[in-house]
């Protein structure tokens, strides 16, 4: 999902052209692939499925023509499977875009007195994001560099050129992600401030000055007292973005035949971003400085789907890539489209913007000196009221209730320990957090499950994410062995543990360099379908179809702000989970649907806990010493204590 498993860091602006994505060679690709099904199907299917992979790779196969015409594709293009990635990640699907696609993502509380309060930070928080997309717009940003496995070689940067350029369009079949340089208009200056569920435009350069911060807070105080005062409330439409795509999408059609209609969605659509100011959900913090796991619970709700149509929900445009919600009560954070950028470009602007907006010279009283004395009004934006938009705005709202409340929400701050004490143990937090969730899945289901991991391929232009695939055979070995099924002492466990996690990182490294199982295959299948070949048995195989979905779908979100991202299964019996690894603690956030039977969020969050502990334990009790010479348990075990007094 949002994150990745590249570590990255910032560097001088590069002109060279990255080099081109790969394509694999295909028998390493299909014995991953048979690699990848093992663990997780039974040995009926495995055997099955064995040998219809056998019969799609033979000499002169299926397989090896299409791959050929892979290959002769891949250099006719940038980046050979962008278009089809995108596809089937995005656009073709046609569920709600809230909790289904768009993550959220809370920022620290702020703690305002008033609503010159609320409206302040939002004057700051616009001033701050058009800072950043000054250096967007000039392209101006350090290179992001790799830092491991082939160190200082420069990371595409295009996902960051998207984050205020792009919208995705409803279609019917299927939707499109559109960007400036695709529109004949010229580059809008305006932003969208939703309040009262009403949309306003707000100019945020008049007569060829961008507005001040006080500027802003004037034309955020005249939004907010129309909203509230005007007798002429206008339908709630940014409900309907809140539908599946295709009903949103007729529905657009519809309102497009009106000229009162097009002109509102003209302006939202074309927008930089949105600003959500919203009214509480009414749950009082219990500390603004030390919040607890159900503070942030309230927040990730009042972000990820406004608390439903009661409160906010319709305060939303959730077609629109960038989101910034800022609550009368001191709740902010953020939604946003996914189609166009990862989780990394996300945080990077956020990061840029808590600091400016925690900056000294932000807080001090605004500047009078840049101001523009006569500003227009911000202008309301206006629907043509209709019959069945009243029906259709009543269905989008039950169905988006029945959403969020179906929506079961855990955060938990693990304080226990960091990212800190697996590097003490020369292991990869990322590697180590991922089997502690295929630990806390397999005690919680009695097996392993297909698991989604994101891995960046921003080394490729155009690159986006191929999957790291956590659930392996050693993972499964080594899960049987600390629930007791399999029989193994504790040096046998943490043997097992470094395999898993060995594998995984392999696993991950040949990813990121673009070696990846799921995007070739995805190659594969399309162009078999472009090419009108009929469909290979492969890709009709049941086993196939059910590795491409993922009832354990997990994303590292690295921040060191204390802030997190979150998302909502990509599954009805899957859970969501995305962590942020800290120092000295690690943030999840885990989420699953009530009304599966197979899911219970607390659950599995109790099972991760107590799998982390246990790792630990594991860990501490055998030393490595006692791994690499055979010393016995007992011995072990105080070599380990020893070390931990140290």
């Known amino acids: 999902m949002q994150g990745n498993a590249e570590d990255m860091n910032g560097g001088d602006v590069v002109s060279e052209p990255l080099p081109k994505l790969p394509v694999p060679p295909l028998m390493p690709t299909l014995e991953k692939y048979l690699n990848i099904l093992k663990p997780v199907v039974s040995e009926e299917q495995y055997r099955r499925t064995s040998q219809i992979v056998e019969e ?4 002169g196969g299926e397989g090896e023509r299409l791959q050929e015409k892979l290959l002769e594709y891949a250099e006719t293009q940038t980046n050979w499977v962008y278009k089809w990635w995108l596809e089937d990640m995005y656009s073709n699907c046609r569920l709600p875009l809230p909790i289904n696609s768009n993550p959220g993502m809370v920022f620290p509380k702020q703690k305002f007195n008033d609503q010159d309060g609320q409206l302040r930070f939002a004057a700051r928080l616009i001033s701050g994001i058009l800072d ?4 967007i717009d000039k392209r101006a940003l350090p290179i992001d560099k790799a830092r491991s496995r082939k160190p200082g070689q420069p990371l595409c940067m295009e996902q960051y050129y998207r984050l205020f350029s792009t919208y995705r369009l409803p279609g019917v079949k299927k939707d499109i992600l559109v960007t400036q340089e695709t529109s004949l208009l010229p580059e809008p200056e305006h932003v969208i401030v ?12 008049v007569n060829f000055k961008r507005l001040s911060e006080e500027n802003l807070l004037t034309q955020l105080k005249r939004i907010v007292s129309i909203a509230t005062q005007d007798d002429d409330q206008q339908p709630a439409v940014g409900l309907m973005t809140t539908e599946g795509r295709t009903e949103w999408a007729l529905a657009r059609q519809r309102l497009m035949q009106d000229s009162m209609n097009r002109d509102s969605l003209d302006m939202i659509e074309r927008c930089i971003f949105l600003l959500c100011l919203d009214k509480s959900l009414g749950f009082p913090m219990t500390d603004i400085k030390k919040p607890i796991d159900q503070d942030d619970v309230h927040l990730a709700y009042q972000m990820l789907h406004g608390g439903g149509s009661k409160y906010n929900a319709a305060n939303r445009w959730y077609d629109k890539t960038m989101q910034f919600i800022v609550s009368d009560d001191g709740a902010a954070g953020l939604v946003y489209e996914h189609s166009p950028s990862e989780g990394v470009a996300v945080i990077q602007l956020i990061e840029h913007l808590l600091k400016y907006l925690d900056s000294e010279t932000r807080k001090r009283k605004l500047l009078r000196a840049q101001s523009i004395c006569e500003l227009p009004f911000p202008r309301k934006l206006r629907w043509k009221q209709t019959a069945w938009l009243t029906k259709d705005l009543e269905t989008a709202r039950v169905k988006l209730d029945r959403l969020a409340d179906d929506l079961d929400l855990q955060i938990m701050r693990f304080t226990e320990y960091g990212k800190n004490f697996p590097k003490s143990q020369n292991m990869s937090p990322d590697a180590y957090i991922q ?15 297909h698991t989604y991991e994101s891995a960046s391929t921003r080394r490729f232009q155009l690159g986006r994410v ?23 002492s504790a040096l046998e466990k943490k043997t097992l543990m470094r395999a898993a996690m ?7 490294i040949q990813t990121i360099l673009g070696h990846g199982v799921d995007c070739h295959l995805l190659g594969l299948r399309q162009l078999a379908r472009e090419l009108n070949w009929p469909t290979p048995a492969i890709f009709e195989d049941q086993c196939y179809k059910e590795s491409n979905l993922f009832p354990l779908s997990t994303s590292q979100v690295l921040t060191k702000m204390d802030c997190f991202m979150y998302y909502g299964p990509v599954v009805p019996n899957g859970y969501g989970a995305a962590y942020n690894p800290h120092e000295n603690y ?3 956030a885990i989420s699953s649907l009530k009304s599966s039977a197979e899911t219970n969020s607390l659950v599995f969050r109790h099972s991760l806990h107590t799998s982390l502990l246990e790792m630990q334990e594991l860990l501490l009790g055998i030393t490595d010493s006692a791994c690499l010479n055979g010393h016995s348990e007992t011995n072990g075990r105080e070599n380990g204590a020893s070390g931990e007094a140290l």
Request: aromatic content about 14%.
């Open 56 to 59: 799609f790779g033979k000499s």
């Open 132 to 135: 950043y997309k000054v250096v």
């Open 435 to 449: 089997l502690a969730l295929q630990l806390a899945y397999y005690k919680v289901h009695g097996h392993l499950t």
């Open 194 to 205: 939703a309040c009262n569920n009403q949309f306003f435009v707000l100019d945020v350069i």
């Open 502 to 508: 060995d594998y995984q990182t392999e696993y991950m």
């Open 466 to 488: 191929d999957n790291i695939r956590a659930a392996s055979i050693q993972a499964l070995e080594f899960a049987e062995a600390m629930t007791g099924i399999r029989a193994a």
């Open 586 to 588: 690690i943030l999840f």
